[in-house]
């Protein structure tokens, strides 16, 4: 059996390797140049790492990811450390995520209490000016409750304005949860994300975070490179143009090189194929799929990243800040700084600085309009908030990064909407970043998605 899988990014990648296994024969073709989807990473003259061109870390709790590595035999090159985290109000910077042993550096035991993230949340939050007693209190309960509980069902079916308002009190709601939800999906949507999607984030996060040896790009070519060993076909720099039913049972899949001024197209059958990419570029390499289908694909929301990462000769948070939470009222132009070698060291990056000034917005927002230049000219001056110092020469090299499909937006019930792997058209399948639902998009959850769509596809 012939299978195609259309994008080798984790999910792509993984039921590779899956089918592969079980005897099948795969080839995937993947637009860019190299695997790895929205984690790939780029490198820059001197630099012994690559760096994620939007921004990417596991977490100790990524059990889908560490399973991957141990079964590659790679589990060694995945490193985890405990940077911190911080958020923004009234002109100051608090460490509101953390672990225990933070607190009590003599005592590293107490992380391996339950709930050990929750109690260190409460006790971070006491030292947060902007709330009472009381409030810290309800904070340090609503975490541990949605640590505990499973229920998420019940948690989609209320918006997370309605239960966060009610459960964490309108002080509490105002200062911590609504910055957040609206940094995230923005002021016309954020009253319209269901709980489920906050409950995933605390559920499954934790203070300790990973990154790869060398970079996730270097993950993902150890992927790649197993894919390749097992059997499997990779096609770099090609772009699937359609795929047709071809009256036999069969699938016809059709690819150019991609590129301006590739017309040649190339048609070759399979008996399966599997698409990872976007709901609305799925809708347009299908169009023959039923109405209601393809109906269900456009009607998945979602949002755009856009990133600027830039090179400094020097650090900009000088207290060693990893991640910066930026509500919107504050003024900033962006949602997070990531300093990423606050966390990663700079020795890997010839000694230079790297941060990440990024942001999800509609593809409509100007920033997806802008030229590099402009949104550079946006960006930049705010980075001296963080350091009364900074001097734009300090900036030896930025990078602008834009992605359409970056964040699905769930809404109320969600899970209703979400149009099965198993299209209604036998023997195709679609698995996207909409699917891991109602986990948060990241690549152990895309993981996880192509183990169970490389099942599915063999139960077929």
């Known amino acids: 059996m012939r299978i195609a899988i259309v994008g080798a990014g984790a999910t792509g990648l993984t039921a590779a390797l899956d089918l592969l296994k079980a005897g099948r024969q ?45 079964e590659l035999g790679i589990r060694d090159r995945m490193i985890f450390n405990r940077p911190v985290t911080v958020v923004y109000y009234e002109g100051r910077f608090y460490q509101l995520d953390g672990a ?22 409460g006790l971070l939050a006491l030292k947060f000016p902007a709330l009472s007693f009381l409030d810290t209190v309800r904070y340090g309960l609503l975490g541990i409750y949605l640590v505990l ?21 309108k002080r509490g709601y105002q200062v911590l949860w609504e910055p957040l939800l609206v940094g995230k999906f923005g002021e016309e949507l954020y009253r319209e994300v269901n709980m489920a999607w906050m409950w995933a984030r605390i559920k499954a996060r934790t203070p300790r975070l990973g990154t790869f040896v060398g970079g996730f790009q270097a993950f993902f070519d150890s992927v790649a490179a197993a894919v390749q060993q097992a059997g499997g076909e990779l096609r770099y720099s090609t772009r699937v143009v359609a795929i047709e039913q071809a009256g036999n049972g069969k699938w016809t899949v059709a690819s150019s090189a991609a590129g301006a001024g590739s017309n040649t197209s190339v048609r070759e059958e399979y008996d399966r194929v599997l698409v990872t990419t976007s709901p609305r ?30 090179a400094l000769d020097r650090q900009l948070s000088t207290q060693g800040f990893y991640w910066h939470n930026l509500p919107k009222s504050s003024g900033f132009p962006f949602l997070a700084m990531c300093e990423h070698t606050n966390f990663v060291s700079s020795e890997h990056f010839g000694g230079q600085h790297l941060i990440y000034c990024g942001d999800y917005v509609s593809t409509s927002h100007p920033y997806f309009m802008m030229t590099d230049d402009e949104l550079r000219q946006v960006y930049l001056p705010s980075l001296k908030r963080f350091n009364a110092d900074f001097d734009p020469a300090w900036v030896k090299q930025t990078w602008i990064f834009r992605e359409p499909y970056a964040q699905p937006v769930p809404f109320v019930d969600h899970s209703r909407h979400i149009p099965p792997t198993r299209t209604p058209l036998r023997g195709l399948f679609f698995a996207s970043m909409s699917h891991v639902y109602p986990w948060d ?18 139960r077929d």
């Open 100 to 121: 225990l042993s933070t607190l009590f550096p003599k005592l590293p035991w107490l992380d391996k209490l339950p709930l050990s993230g929750s109690l260190a949340r």
């Open 441 to 458: 998009r990241g690549t152990n959850f895309a993981i996880r998605l192509g183990r169970e769509v490389a099942a599915e596809m063999l």
């Open 26 to 70: 795969v080839t995937i073709y993947e637009l860019n140049d190299r695997p790895g989807g929205l984690a790939a990473g780029f490198k820059a003259p001197g630099w012994d790492w690559s760096l994620e061109k939007f921004y990417h870390h596991w977490f100790a709790s990524d059990s889908d990811a560490l399973k991957l590595g141990e």
């Open 281 to 310: 570029l799925m809708s347009r390499l299908a169009p023959q799929l039923p109405a209601d289908y393809l109906g269900s694909l456009q009607n998945l929301k979602s949002l755009g990243a856009v990133v600027m990462v830039a």
């Open 149 to 169: 509980t499973t229920n998420w069902r019940s948690l989609e079916k209320v918006t997370a304005h309605e239960w966060l308002s009610r459960w964490a009190g």
